[in-house]
């Protein structure tokens, strides 16, 4: 396809918008974090700039509760999103069985609630069970919204395994743990590794779930809604752009397991 120089410079036009566009929020969260101003406004001058909200969001002990109550949801729920996912994928995509075009339609539903009307769901059958809601009701919570993003995920992976592997295996003696230890585990990883990044981070962020779910153990979602609109100072983007700085280094760690584990795989099958 014959490419004129006019087309190229539109699609690098529209590919800066979209990027501006994503971007730009976050920059905005960065430079409101650097200013010594109640608000930030533009031009910038360079004796406004500090860095004593990112000191102090760091040495905050209300900001640590508020991580590590948030981390403690994320971590669980992406043990069990993927523990569920990772069953219901094979489900989903592996073995053929009674009801399952129908298990394939409604696993995904959750996904298409408007995670207002979840929480609220959520919150009174907690009530009706006389559940007090805490910090490990928002994992359920999160768990049942982000359960069919993991599930979809390794199914991808799931569709793409090799039947003869198994049946060798299974020709040779071993048993189904075995399989499942040795062959299932290893070369879904990269799905379960891409699943786990999704749960974690969909989790960490999610406000409107944890808002209904948590009770008293606020999340740090919560937090940050909460002294934006009342209480505000530039220590809440402070929080806010390193609490986007860890999902980056989050990323960029788990797909540099992906690319290791896919290395790993592809010397095994070479040998």
């Known amino acids: 396809m014959i490419v004129s120089r006019t087309q190229k410079a539109g699609f690098s036009l529209y590919a800066g918008l979209i990027l501006l566009l994503f971007y730009f929020p976050l920059f905005c969260i960065v430079v409101a974090s650097l200013s010594k101003k109640r608000y930030f406004a533009f031009p ?14 760091v040495r905050s ?6 991580v590590g109550i ?9 043990v069990c999103s993927l ?4 069953f219901a994928a094979l489900a989903y995509a592996r073995y053929a ?5 129908t298990f394939q339609r409604l696993v995904l539903l959750p996904l298409f609630f408007p995670q207002s009307v979840l929480g609220l769901a959520l919150l009174m059958w907690f009530n009706f069970l006389d559940i007090t809601p805490s910090w490990w009701t928002a994992v359920i919570s999160h768990t049942v919204w982000i359960a069919p993003i993991t599930t979809l995920i390794m199914s991808i992976q799931a569709y793409g395994l090799d039947d003869s592997l198994e049946e060798a295996a299974r020709d040779m003696g071993a048993t189904r743990g075995q ?33 209904y779910t948590t009770g008293p153990d606020s999340a740090l979602p919560e937090w940050l809604y909460a002294r934006m609109t009342s209480g505000y100072q530039p220590i809440v983007p402070a929080v806010g752009a390193i609490s986007v700085l860890g999902a980056i280094v989050l990323v960029v760690a788990l797909f540099g397991i992906i690319h290791w584990t896919t290395r790993k795989n592809r010397r095994a099958a070479a040998r």
């Open 179 to 211: 399989i499942l230890r040795m062959i299932t585990l290893p070369l879904l990883a990269p799905g379960m590794v891409s699943a786990a990044c999704f749960a974690i981070l969909l989790s960490w962020g999610n406000f409107a779930l944890s808002l």
């Open 97 to 101: 069985w009674r009801g399952r075009k």
């Open 70 to 78: 948030s981390l403690k949801i994320a971590a669980l729920t992406t």
């Open 83 to 86: 523990v569920i996912g990772f």
């Open 44 to 57: 910038y001058p360079a004796e406004d700039l500090t860095l004593k909200w990112y000191d102090a969001a």
């Open 61 to 66: 002990p209300q900001v640590a509760e508020f």
